[in-house]
């Protein structure tokens, strides 16, 4: 045979290869008959779904691909060999002899007639496939008709979206989907939750993993760990670790301290993710390019100090900066991000941005619904509950690019105390000894001055204060430049350019002077300033800045009021060392500079800027804050029952005030803060909730409103309705005195304490709070 298949002549060697060929089809022939009756026998084992047999038998189009297949080559096979008979008429026929004669002594005679019963056994298997096929086809369509379950109205649409769309996206097929109806229903029933539980289904076949077992948290020293975790290739990442490395001694002796306090507490440690979406290149990732030109740099200032806080408080950490990591982190399905997770969430918590919401949208698809408890989104400025409730923020005019996510606005955390209704994420600004506050207050120089503007452009317009200013005080300015000195900063401004952290520390430490142009609005910058020993000079806005009059707040998902450059260093630290006044006013601009000149400061800094005022505050949130839990019964269970009227209301007067308590013999039921911190007012018209706590020396409380009762808490308030009606409303509970009519909330989401309307009164839940950590009650821990 080897002989014969070396041989040069193309009629010999074809002639071999057919014969060969027939042998082995015969052998193919076997098998693929074996096969697929086997995998028919093995799809009618008793208890295996007709799911499973398509996956075994249905080769369907493939398996009668082949069959096409041989029977097409058996064809030309017939016609070569009958192309060959013709040989014996030509001149070559003693050539075909010596091939018969060959091919005689390796295959007995009757070759033609073999081919022929080898095509004819084909054609019959063929026909018997397919018979087996539409009876498989046909077993399976009795089984899989499409539900009308009014328990899920919306199986049929998503059948039939899954028809015209399931190869839109491969994490379709990742999970069986392959066309049929079956592989459908299995999908919307199994991975979605559109359609009910298929009854020839195993149900049992997903095991139910068990959540890890509780650890305790313990406080980390060294952030060695952490700064690997980081990872390098950015600037903004370097820019980061820099900042930690400069404060992980504070962070370490704030983590002894905070350590010693909460010794007689458990602390859970959890698992969480941090994923950064800012700093992916999928969204821009604009700030690395301007580390070293001036750009913004608190986002990154309270990215650094989240990252550690977490870190030093002891809990599991994982960090993303790219969709490939966070992709990795969470055990999406490949593809496109159409098809949710099947398996548990990997993490207890998910700190993010809204760069990062978005894109955890994209890749989580239905899981983000599911999982969305566990997030928190670090937001500068800020998302009000009319923002953020999304079909409410559609039909009245509060739709913007951020809002709209359905969160709890508790987990929206903001750089500043802004708004109650979020919850205070805060940064930390380096704290000095008392030996440093001693040498700094011996070396400054009273006539000093350090202006807050990194970009030459916040510089423009900005000559007639300045020149005033330059009367009295040598003024000095850090605004980056590569070879010529902008010309928007004045002649006679001393500017060092762009400077490192430390030496411009130093810088501060001199300076009497810190003085803002208005804008960048609520940086971190003003509370390092203080906490160096300089006064903060910033303009007062009039009217305040908003979403309705200025173009740097339009598309923000809040509504707040901005009375000046930095509201938080206004209101909660204020004078002597802050001071603000109107930039425009050149009587009051020069006053203020005299008082600042003969007024002498110590280095300030709040606790909750501290480390471990960071830590507190940050632990008290992981260890209490829980949006997974089922929510407090809106309104309490008990609360038709035992809260009817005034005489039967767990609130008292609190003395010579009309501002109500939660008594303290009242039944409760658990809530954070806890209801002893609760205390109840109504606001005057026109007045949102945030104001009318303040006025009482209080703050608003939002995750308090589903503890108030109903109507009798307005009888308890002597506010008498008429009338009542319940509605999604970010004004309610209200009243309005010009109908003597009371609203009620229907949808707790919308609870708010930003919102006011001059047309109601609302009903306030307010709390007390610590001296220097406004976020936490004196009871919360």
């Not at 001149?91 to 004819?120: K, N, W, Y």
């Not at 937001?379 to 509950?385: I, Q």
């Not at 409103?705 to 308890?716: E, I």
Request: glycine share 6%; with cysteine; proline share 7%.
């Amino acid at each position: 045979i080897c002989e014969l298949s070396l041989s040069s002549d193309p009629t010999l060697s074809l002639a071999l290869s057919c014969r060969i060929f027939v042998a082995g089809i015969g052998f193919f022939s076997l098998c693929f008959l074996m096969t697929s009756l086997g995998g028919q026998f093995s799809a009618k084992r008793p208890g295996d779904s007709p799911f499973t047999m398509r996956a075994e038998v249905l080769g369907g189009p493939e398996s009668r691909g082949v069959l096409r297949k041989i029977s097409d080559m058996l064809e030309v096979i017939m016609k070569r060999m009958d192309t060959l008979s013709k040989l014996g008429n030509t001149t070559d026929s003693h050539r075909l002899d010596e091939l018969s004669s060959a091919l005689d002594r390796i295959q007995p005679i009757g070759l033609v007639e073999r081919i022929q019963a080898i095509a004819q056994n084909m054609s019959e298997m063929a026909v018997r496939v397919e018979q087996i096929l539409q009876r498989s086809r046909d077993g399976m369509l009795g089984q899989c008709e499409i539900p009308k379950d009014p328990h899920y109205p919306d199986c049929s649409s998503k059948v039939d979206w899954m028809r015209a769309r399931w190869t839109s996206d491969p994490c379709y097929a990742f999970y069986g989907v392959d066309g049929s109806d079956c592989s459908f229903l299995v999908y919307l029933s199994e991975v979605e939750w559109f359609c009910p539980p298929l009854v020839w289904r195993n149900q049992t076949a997903t095991p139910t993993l068990k959540p890890p077992p509780k650890k305790q948290a313990v406080f980390h020293s060294d952030i060695g760990t952490l700064l690997e975790q980081v990872g390098t290739g950015k600037e903004s990442l370097s820019f980061m670790k820099r900042r930690m490395r400069r404060l992980a001694a504070q962070w370490a002796s704030a983590a002894r301290r905070l350590d010693d306090r909460l010794r007689n507490h458990w602390r859970e440690q959890k698992r969480i993710l941090v994923h950064v979406g800012f700093l992916t290149e999928e969204s821009g990732d604009v700030f690395s390019p301007k580390v070293l030109k001036g750009g913004p740099l608190g986002e990154m200032v309270q990215w650094a100090d989240i990252l550690t806080a977490l870190h030093v408080l002891g809990h599991n950490l994982k960090i993303s900066v790219s969709l490939k990591e966070l992709q990795g982190f969470l055990g999406v399905p490949p593809g496109r991000g159409s098809c949710p997770l099947t398996g548990p969430l990997p993490f207890d918590l998910i700190y993010t941005d809204y760069h990062g919401l978005q894109q955890m949208k994209q890749h989580m698809g239905l899981s983000l619904k599911k999982h969305k408890c566990h997030i928190r989104v670090i937001d500068t400025f800020g998302t009000e509950p009319a923002y953020n409730h999304e079909e409410y923020a559609t039909l009245h005019g509060y739709r913007t690019n951020w809002g709209y996510w359905n969160l709890n606005c508790k987990q929206y955390m903001t750089m500043f105390p802004h708004t109650p209704d979020n919850s205070f994420m805060g940064f930390v600004a380096e704290e000095l000894n008392e030996t440093e506050k001693v040498n700094i207050q011996r070396n400054k120089v009273n006539n000093m001055a350090v202006v807050y503007g990194k970009e030459a452009s916040m510089w423009k317009g900005k000559e007639k204060f300045l020149e005033i200013l330059h009367r009295y005080m040598e003024i000095h300015g850090t605004v980056y430049y590569e070879a010529q000195r902008p010309p928007e900063v004045p002649a006679f401004v001393k500017n060092h350019g762009l400077l490192p952290q430390q030496e411009l520390q130093q810088l501060l430490r001199k300076a009497k002077l810190f003085i803002g142009f208005g804008f960048p609005y609520e940086g971190p910058a003003p509370l390092e300033a203080i906490a160096n020993g300089c006064i903060f000079l910033q303009p007062k806005f009039n009217p305040s800045h908003s979403s309705l009059n200025h173009e740097f707040f339009r598309g923000k998902p809040t509504s707040r009021k901005v009375s000046s450059q930095h509201p938080y260093a206004e209101q909660y630290i204020g004078r002597p060392h802050v001071i603000t006044v109107d930039f425009n006013n050149s009587e009051e601009f020069d006053a203020a500079i005299h008082e600042i000149m003969r007024t002498n400061v110590e280095p300030f800094l709040p606790y909750e800027y501290t480390c471990e005022g960071m830590l507190e505050r940050v632990n008290a949130y992981i260890q209490n804050q829980d949006f997974c839990s089922p929510e407090v019964q809106f309104p309490p269970v008990n609360a038709s029952k035992t809260w009817l009227g005034p005489s039967n209301s767990p609130f008292i007067p609190l003395p010579n005030s009309s501002v109500l308590a939660w008594a303290s013999n009242a039944s409760s039921f658990p809530s954070w803060p806890p209801l002893s911190a609760l205390r109840l007012l109504t606001s005057l018209e026109d007045q949102s909730c945030v104001e009318a706590c303040q006025s009482a020396g209080l703050i608003c409380e939002p995750a308090l409103y589903p503890c108030l009762p109903p109507l009798s808490l307005f009888l308890r308030l002597d506010l008498q309705c008429e009338g009542v009606e319940s509605e999604m409303n970010h004004l309610f509970p209200a009243f309005s005195a010009k109908h003597a009519e009371c609203g009620l909330q229907k949808d707790p989401l919308l609870f708010s304490c930003a919102s006011a309307s001059n047309k109601y009164q609302r009903l306030c839940p307010c709390r007390d709070y610590r001296i220097g950590q406004v976020a936490l009650c004196r009871e919360c821990l």
